[in-house]
């Protein structure tokens, strides 16, 4: 996989910071990958996946206000970069290229 | 919490993830998410740290080994210094260090020792304190193994050696243990620009 390739957590990630908008934190951005998967997803694991991806340039992020509720901690705002959604919807496409004409997976009763 | 978060902190954790877990546990989450969470964020920091910074991880392991032998030199010599006086006296087995001597006398000089490599070694390679010692952890564990491996072989075929295999195991332990708390003392807080 080359080093602009993304995962698919990664992929989950990025769609996550596109599906919130301007408000896209580590905890709401949690909170999506939660809601569609249904499974606790580790804050660590957004923000190593974040890390990665603003390292390839496909989001950026900026600092919002420290605040008390937070120990002081600032947030941290992501958004996705043009190039970013040009990977989202390229990966799109290769998967919707891969999906179609796949009537059947071995073992699939539905 | 706060201990927590500042620890998590001195760990290399991103102040913004700190930000969050707080935000999070004050809207409701448990305690055990909390920990858990905070557990994770530590382990991927420390294990992002060893990856970013492989040659400086093979520096800090040599200079960890070459410190845990300084400190010996030190340390044994007062061992035997405290030991031998008070075994000449008959203190042994009285109870006079920390209660249960001698055994625990022992466990007790190894944390002493652990935590003063991992102190040194944190030291002289900030801010990447944690995760280079922790690389030293995992090399101490390493060497520790091929008698762990021969003690466990030999547990199965004579009961008497698994006192000895847990005595093996628990120093390979509290090395561990003592190295990263020492990494921790030295290692300052994440600078990051979304903390005030």
């Given at each position: 996989m080359s080093r602009e390739a993304v995962g698919a957590f990664e992929l989950m990630v990025l769609l996550a910071v596109l599906r919130v908008?301007?408000?896209?934190y580590g905890v709401v951005i949690s909170r999506e990958i939660e809601k569609s998967t249904k499974r606790p997803v580790l804050i660590g694991s957004v923000y190593a996946a974040l890390e990665r991806l603003e390292a390839k340039s496909l989001i950026r992020h900026r600092l919002g206000e420290a605040t008390p509720e937070r120990g002081g901690r600032a947030k941290k705002y992501f958004t996705v970069t043009a190039k970013g959604v040009r990977a989202a919807r390229k990966t799109q496409r290769q998967l919707i290229d891969l999906w179609t004409g796949l009537r059947a997976l071995p073992g699939d009763t539905t | 919490m706060s201990p927590l978060v500042s620890l998590l902190e001195r760990l290399g954790v991103d102040p913004a993830i700190a930000g969050d877990l707080i935000e999070e546990h004050a809207s409701g989450r448990s305690r055990t998410w909390l920990l858990w969470q905070s557990f994770a964020a530590a382990a991927q920091a420390t294990a992002g740290g060893i990856g970013q910074h492989k040659v400086l991880v093979i520096r800090a392991i040599l200079v960890g080994f070459v410190a845990l032998n300084l400190v010996s030199r030190v340390l044994i010599p007062l061992r035997g210094a405290i030991e031998i006086p008070l075994e000449r006296r008959g203190f042994a087995g009285a109870g006079l260090w920390f209660v249960f001597y001698p055994y625990g006398f022992v466990p007790t000089f190894v944390m002493v020792r652990a935590t003063a490599v991992g102190w040194i070694t944190g030291r002289l390679h900030r801010p990447y304190s944690v995760p280079l010692v922790a690389g030293l952890a995992m090399a101490s564990a390493l060497t520790t193994f091929p008698e762990i491996y021969r003690l466990s072989a030999d547990s199965l075929t004579n009961t008497r050696f698994i006192l000895y295999l847990c005595l093996q195991v628990g120093y390979a332990a509290l090395m561990v243990v003592g190295l990263l708390v020492g990494a921790a003392m030295s290692a300052t807080p994440s600078q990051d620009s979304s903390r005030s």
């Open positions: 908008g301007q408000d896209a | -």
